[in-house]
């Protein structure tokens, strides 16, 4: 038994190099993962059970996911927001080109066409110079796609949520009226005659 298994000099210390069918290099063949930390002291760091984040992309590379996570900052700047939110938009598109060759053709001419432009790389373009690309790609199929994906992808999740101070649904729990009616920290309060008690 030992001696198929290549064990059966155990006193020379030696572990044999096994014929493995699956090798790391073809495992990751044709895929990327992005990957990067939440900034220490932030909302999302307190909550996160660690500050690291990777998300593995099936179909776009590694620079095709960085250069989607940057077109998705330049349509919609959120300063609070951390670029794992973004890393979801990029995610959610290599999604969509796994399962339709017409859209991973989309996606990867798109960017190519991002990079073209930036005269190399668009996701280490100047903020600037990413507003001017962005812009002239308005109208333009790849850019509906991603915007579109933006909406979903950058808002309807919990890190979003956190950010921005929204409790999520509320109608299970009885409605908002007695949680977070009043919560909203980034305006200015209304008269008190513009916002009567609650009947209760």
Known sequence: M???SGCEDESSGQVPKLDLPLARRDFLKGSGVLMGTLATGSVLAALAPSTVWAVELKSLSK???EALMKMGRTLYPHKKLPDAVYALLAKDLDAKAAGDAGAAKLLREG???LNQ??????AKASEKKRKEIVKGMEG???FATVRGQCITSLYDNDMAYKVFGYPGSAWEKGGYITRGFQ???WLPAPPLEASP???L
């Open 111 to 113: 960017i190519a066409a």
């Open 183 to 185: 919560d909203l920290k």
């Open 63 to 65: 620079s095709e996911g």
């Open 2 to 4: 030992f001696a198929e």
């Open 197 to 199: 008690k609650p009947y």
């Open 117 to 122: 432009a930036a005269g190399g790389s668009f």
């Open 140 to 142: 333009q199929p790849f």
